[in-house]
């Protein structure tokens, strides 16, 4: 089968691989019909998840037909329509059986990580049963595939551990696919107010199409300034950073308020200063989170009954054939304007 295969720091090829086969009963092998890429897969690339070896199938996100199943799956049979997750889980374990499924000690983040993942013509996904869902007749898989990774990951990582509440003040650092996924989902939470910051305006100015209240150019080094200007001088109760890098954490603990949250979403690869010689007197809280995908039961419910549009996130198509220009429109999207790419089987 035809697989885009991470082979050296810096490198990729599209090449053929072995198709994978059932290894465990609990398995089920899904002909993907539709992928995407990650930021996530960016940072593989560059060397940064020393979990993820050359020869790896990249991709954790999309949809699929079920090809076949294990003979211990019993929720899933060949032919079923499905939403790959990004977290596998077996639902038996300490971690699984608090909801934590992204810590789950035989599965986590694994999928094109430490197993090869969906950027392929065929996946194998371990625990089937609990890793898969069941899309319904007539819904957008396109949309859908939103929903494997960046839905769940703004709204647990940044709108749940954020504690957003109706007429909260919200600031989202980084307004890429994360970033304005947070955006969309805090939504369901009615903040008065939302700030966007990022360094470009074009990705701003979708984020005020998505319903951010107010927009933040960083470029100049007065983000702070603007956002404290913004809230009548006292912060925001909710700083959500979607980038990952020091500057954007440190931004957020410059403008969170008293009693406010700093949650992180950004996959951070170097050590961030925590000001704790203006932070200790302010009754705030940081949280970190890896996805557990445990939302995703409510988010299918939530596009279904259109309640949310992850679909406008979707900017670019590509075909598998063509993966490699997938991976440099996404990968320039200063230029490219590029959010999420679909590619398509
Ligand atoms: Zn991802
Ligand atoms: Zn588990």
Not at 52 to 59: A, D, I, N, S, Y
Not at 60 to 73: A, L
Not at 106 to 128: C, K, M
Not at 257 to 286: C, F, Q, Y
Request: charged share 20%; glycine share 10%; with cysteine.
């Amino acid at each position: 089968m035809k697989a885009l295969v991470y082979t050296a720091v810096g490198q990729k090829a599209l090449r053929e691989h072995p198709k994978p086969e059932i290894a465990a009963p609990t398995d089920a092998i899904v002909r993907v019909t539709k992928t995407t890429i990650c930021g996530t897969d960016l940072h593989i690339l560059k060397g940064d998840v020393a979990t993820c070896k050359p020869g790896r199938v990249l991709g954790h996100e999309g949809v699929g037909v079920i090809e076949c199943v294990g003979t211990g799956v019993t929720n899933f049979k060949a032919g079923d329509h499905v939403l790959i997750s990004c977290i596998t889980s077996c639902g038996k374990c300490d971690y699984c059986r608090r909801q934590m499924y992204s810590h789950c000690t035989t599965g986590g983040w694994i999928l094109g990580n430490s197993i090869d993942g969906t950027q392929a013509e065929f996946v194998r996904i371990p625990h089937a049963d609990t890793s898969l869902y069941p899309i319904p007749a007539g819904a957008d898989e396109e949309a859908l595939v939103m929903l494997s990774d960046i839905l769940p990951t703004g709204f647990e990582c940044g709108v749940l551990n954020g504690r957003v509440q109706p007429g909260s003040s919200v600031a989202i650092v980084g307004s890429g696919p994360i970033g304005l996924a947070a955006l969309l989902t805090a939504q369901f939470f009615s903040p008065a107010v939302i700030i966007m910051v990022d360094l470009d305006d074009g990705r701003l100015a979708m984020a005020k199409k998505f319903g951010a209240t107010d927009i933040v150019n960083s470029t100049d080094g007065t983000a702070a300034e603007q956002v404290m200007k913004l809230t009548g001088g006292i912060g925001v109760d909710t700083a959500i950073e979607a980038v990952g890098i020091p500057a954007t954490f440190e931004l957020c603990e410059k403008i969170v308020a008293p009693g406010g949250v700093i949650a992180n979403i950004g996959v951070h690869g170097t050590k961030v200063d925590l000001h704790l010689e203006s932070l200790w007197d302010r009754n705030m809280t940081i949280t970190t989170r890896l996805v557990d995908t445990s939302s995703t039961p409510m988010l299918l419910k939530s596009v279904g009954a259109a309640k949310i549009d992850p679909k406008q996130l979707i900017t670019h198509h590509f075909k598998l054939d063509d993966i490699i220009a997938a991976y440099e429109a996404f990968g320039h999207a200063a230029h490219t304007h590029a959010l999420k790419v679909i590619i398509e089987n």
